[in-house]
């Protein structure tokens, strides 16, 4: 039996009136890269469902160029499933994808958090990057907790959001409303790679992150027999 994971990537493209947004591309591509290695199915949701917003393009990267040009993608991320579309039984794991946008749709989108505490109380696996944890920050277990208590996360830092000059822009900070939601925020330096694995969560701190995130979930799911 094939694995599926379910990438979510924001719809939100305005980054407080600052420029447009989107999903970060090397924060999909390169993951996704590392899972079809390994031979596993990827479909695409966004909030708003069609084609998502995108961010961080750099053609000279080849990961990202084949990830844009793959037959398998090209035509999903036209037309990205919306989340009444998804079966969140048939995945094994949910990958929330970075990017600025994310702060913007993905923390109150109460269906995406639905999907993801199936997938994770069902046994698959809850990952995100960078900005991705934006999507755990409102997610609750059938037992009223919030996932992230108690558990190691990454996600872009406080101070990595003032050293890119979007403290005031952004609508909440990533690494402070984790920390509310009861998460033991572990940091790593400015833009260096960071991956965090707590039971069956990993998050990843930002892009130098993401090929991490993808190996890390992939570990999991090969500690698992396919259909558990």
């Not at 305005?14 to 990827?42: C, M, N, S, W």
């Not at 069609?50 to 090209?74: I, W």
């Not at 406080?158 to 509310?180: C, D, H, I, R, W």
């Amino acid at each position: 039996m094939t694995r599926r994971i379910l990438f979510v990537l924001t719809s939100h493209d305005d980054l407080g009136g600052v420029r447009k947004t989107g999903f970060y591309v090397p924060e999909a591509a390169h993951p996704f890269h590392v899972f079809k290695q390994h031979g596993y199915q990827i479909d695409f949701v966004s909030p708003k469902g069609g084609k998502p917003p995108f961010d961080g393009l750099k053609l000279d990267d080849p990961q990202q160029k084949s990830f844009l040009e793959h037959s398998e993608v090209a035509g999903k991320l036209e037309n990205t499933l919306t989340t009444d579309q998804v079966q969140p039984g048939i995945y094994d794991a949910i990958f929330y994808v970075g990017g600025h946008g994310t702060m913007w749709d993905f923390a109150d989108n109460a269906a995406l958090a639905r999907i993801a505490a199936e997938i994770y109380e069902k046994g698959g696996v809850v990952s995100a990057v960078c900005h991705g944890p934006a999507g755990l920050v409102n997610i609750r277990l059938s037992n009223g907790e919030f996932l992230v208590k108690g558990k190691n996360v990454a996600a872009f830092t406080n101070q990595e959001e003032a050293a890119v000059n979007l403290t005031n822009v952004v609508p909440f900070l990533l690494e402070s409303k984790l920390v509310e939601r009861g998460a033991k925020h572990i940091p790593a330096a400015n833009f260096q790679s960071n991956v965090q694995v707590s039971e069956r969560l990993v998050t990843g701190q930002n892009p130098a992150s993401s090929a991490g995130v993808a190996e890390a979930v992939v570990k999991l799911l090969q500690a698992q027999p396919v259909g558990a």
